[in-house]
């Protein structure tokens, strides 16, 4: 499984499930996790 960690922004989202969903086509499970950019620094 990969995971994918994104800015808790609406277009980095979609972008990111765009991206999973390709991964998807590969075979490859991916999990979206977002971050608030505050915080994770």
């Known amino acids: ?3 994918l960690w ?3 922004i609406s ?3 979609r ?3 765009v991206a999973q ?3 998807r086509k ?3 499970d ?3 996790t977002q ?4 915080t994770f620094k």
């Open 1 to 3: 499984m990969a995971n």
């Open 6 to 8: 994104v800015e808790n």
């Open 11 to 13: 277009v980095y989202r």
């Open 15 to 17: 972008v990111a499930e």
């Open 21 to 23: 969903e390709q991964l």
């Open 26 to 28: 590969l075979g490859i």
């Open 30 to 32: 991916a999990k979206i």
């Open 35 to 38: 971050y608030d950019s505050i």
